[in-house]
């Protein structure tokens, strides 16, 4: 424990953002990293409690008090390894984590957490700027393949595990790029898209083999991956969207966010978008339906284009505003949260459904809104319209897809749809085909898929070998 008296004298203090009128000008990250001196003291606030409860918090069991530590007495680079020990990429959860792990904070009983996630971004960033994260090629090979279906967070840190344990990876993506929703549902500014770039270089250089642009299932049959590997690892990502079968679905203007958020992704990066209808929020009134993390991107996408409005509807009722920590902690709390996109300018309104939508000439001009009680059922007398030009359905994804590889390769589904393991064998229904991520938990998010993928690259690790040395 760094300073014994840290948390009594000194006040959290976090990283801020460029003001949202400059921000919304471009694609950009716009958090403003923290001074040296400032992180030193935000991580000298740790107590280093006897029961670390943030260690549970993140799902990654990062060892938050050490490096903490290592930090306020400047050790930065063995902060690092430490970092490195338990999360393969601390820059994507640095950036784009919710941080469970704070609300887990013993700090946040009475009083603000730790700046965990802003200490956790600044010790990553600051290896790659000195040059401290370096491949790290097995010693030897195994002479054992393994295929991996899927380039997401999931997919690329069970990789990185097997290539490092001296296994031959092969890991197959849809997309001309690597990166999942990391790559082409994130927006480029919550999380530039150079950070994966850069990991790639580096797996590459672990032994990684990528293979862009091959659709299992389509191009190239699961059958014969499962074939030609000793193991195959199923992390396709949860990709089946929610939809609101409605009278008007079917007019124009009204498109699932992930057929919007990619296009947006592609353009900053300068690619093709390939034969597809450019969806652009440009001088349109926008409303965005779908509550979460998905729909906040939609609203900071749609501002950037040059939205006239952007209106952002929740059928869930409005949540407290502050949270009762007796209650909760150290648990996620429900509390009302604004993200930076809805800081941006979106209207928000709650306990809200769509009846139908109305339209022109084939092309929606409005929502016919209603307003749900307790059980979500429609008030009546609580109708009202809402203007639309564009309508983005942000509500969540319900399974991953089965069409293609899961149905060819017949694996087992749970109950919802997803494909069925355990969370220590990560083995599915098939002999050598493993899953883990979003294709195994349903939707989740990028700390839980990397926690997946390292569990599941130690499981394939011990069914290879009869033993492991891979962390879980
Ligand atoms: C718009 C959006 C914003 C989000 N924001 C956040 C956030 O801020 N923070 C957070 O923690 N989480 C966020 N999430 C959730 C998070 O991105 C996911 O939980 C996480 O990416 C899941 O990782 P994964 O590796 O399991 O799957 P994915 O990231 O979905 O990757 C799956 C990959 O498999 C590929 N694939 C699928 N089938 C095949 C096939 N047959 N052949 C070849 N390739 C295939 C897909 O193309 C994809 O690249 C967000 C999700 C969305 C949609
Ligand atoms: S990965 Fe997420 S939960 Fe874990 S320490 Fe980082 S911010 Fe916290």
Same mark, same amino acid.
Request: charged residues 35%; hydrophobic residues 25%.
């Given at each position: 424990m760094g300073k014994v008296t840290g948390f009594i004298e000194i006040e959290r203090h976090d990283r801020t953002y460029k003001p949202a009128s400059d921000r919304i000008?471009?694609?950009e990250e716009f958090v403003i990293p923290l001074e040296e001196r400032d992180l030193e003291r935000q991580a000298a606030r #740790?107590?280093? #409690? =006897?029961?670390?409860f943030c260690h549970n918090g993140c799902p990654v069991n990062n060892q938050i008090p050490d490096w903490n530590d290592l930090v306020y007495n400047a050790d930065w680079e063995e902060a690092s390894r430490n970092l490195h020990s338990t999360n393969n990429f601390p820059e994507f959860t640095g950036r784009i984590c919710p941080a469970p792990c704070e609300a887990a904070c013993t700090l946040n009983i009475d009083d603000n957490p730790v700046t965990i996630k802003t200490i956790e971004c600044a010790i990553v960033d600051r290896a790659w700027e000195e040059g401290w994260i370096v491949p790290q090629p097995?010693?030897?090979?195994? =002479?054992k393949k393994v295929a991996i279906v899927g380039s997401g967070p999931a997919g690329m840190a069970a990789a990185q595990q097997l290539a490092r344990a001296g296994h031959d990876v092969h890991l197959y993506e849809k997309h001309e790029t690597a990166g999942g929703l990391l790559r082409f549902g994130i927006p480029d500014f919550k999380m530039e898209k150079h950070h994966i770039d850069r990991r790639v270089v580096q797996m590459e250089a672990e032994g990684v083999t990528f293979h862009c642009g091959v659709h299992v299932g389509v191009d190239v049959q699961a059958a014969e991956l499962e074939a030609n590997h000793d193991a195959l690892l199923l992390t396709g990502g949860s990709e089946k969207p929610r939809d609101l079968?409605?009278? =008007?679905?079917?007019?124009?203007g009204i498109h699932f966010a992930m057929d919007f958020l990619p296009q947006q992704n592609r353009r900053v990066a300068g690619s093709n978008l390939g034969d597809v209808e450019d969806i652009l929020a440009g001088q349109k009134h926008v409303v965005v339906i779908g509550g979460g993390d998905t729909g906040s991107d939609c609203i900071g996408t749609s501002i950037r284009q040059g939205a006239l409005s952007v209106t952002q509807l929740e059928i869930m009722p409005a949540p407290p505003e502050k949270e009762n920590k007796g209650l909760t902690w150290p648990h996620w709390p429900l509390k009302m949260r604004t993200s930076s996109s809805q800081a941006e300018g979106a209207e928000r309104d709650f306990s809200v459904t769509t009846m139908s939508f109305g339209g022109e000439n084939g092309h929606v001009t409005h929502l016919n809104c209603q307003r749900v009680d307790e059980k979500f059922q429609p008030v009546p007398g609580t109708e009202f319209e809402l203007k639309a030009d564009l309508v983005l359905l942000a509500m969540g994804f319900v399974h991953p897809v089965a069409e293609g590889m899961l149905n060819e390769l017949g694996v087992d589904l749970d109950e919802r749809g997803n494909v069925k393991a355990d969370t220590r064998e990560y083995r599915t229904s098939r002999e050598k085909v493993f899953t883990a991520g979003d294709m195994r938990r349903g939707q989740s998010l990028v700390v839980w898929a990397i926690r997946e993928g390292r569990q599941a690259a130690h499981a394939i690790d011990k069914f290879l070998m009869g033993s492991t040395e891979l962390p879980r």
């Open positions: 000008r471009n694609f #740790c107590m280093d #409690c =006897g029961i670390p097995p010693a030897s090979k195994t =002479g079968d409605v009278e =008007g679905r079917d007019l124009d």
